[in-house]
Nanobody, 123 residues
Framework: QVQLVESGGGLVQAGGSLRLSCAAS????????MGWFRQAPGKERELMAR????????YYEDSVKGRFTISMDNAKNTVYLQMNRLKPEDTAVYYC????????????????WGQGTQVTVSS
């Protein structure tokens, strides 16, 4: 079992930046990749960014490419999401998640989840 604890959410004006952190503990050796999802009210939980534990490969959803950066610090068992040029439509609860699947990209493929952190972007 892997435990995940997120931090770093908050309120920011449009155009601003936030950095989310997710500290992992437990059986982290079983994790193949980490991801950041977000869920806005009335919408499904969507994968925004994903990174292999090695840090060798990253994936971004189209709407955040060029603005968000996901990174791993394996020494600290922590994954980060740097979010720049934030927009009001980025407002959501952001979740950190871990998968043991090579090609896991949907929420159902991720077996461990953090509690979520609210990000609110004002216009």
């Amino acid at each position: 079992q892997v435990q995940l604890v997120e931090s770093g959410g908050g309120l920011v004006q449009a155009g601003g930046s936030l950095r989310l952190s997710c500290a992992a503990s437990g059986r982290t050796s079983s994790v193949y990749a980490m991801g950041w999802f977000r869920q806005a009210p009335g919408k499904e939980r969507e994968l925004m960014a994903r990174v292999r534990r090695s840090g060798a490969y990253t994936y971004y959803e189209d709407s955040v490419k060029g603005r968000f950066t996901i990174s791993m610090d394996n020494a600290k068992n922590t994954v980060y999401l740097q979010m720049n040029r934030l927009k009001p439509e980025d407002t959501a609860v952001y979740y950190c998640a871990a998968t043991r699947m090579l090609n896991g990209y949907s929420a159902a493929d991720f077996g461990s989840w953090g509690q979520g952190t609210q990000v609110t972007v004002s216009s």
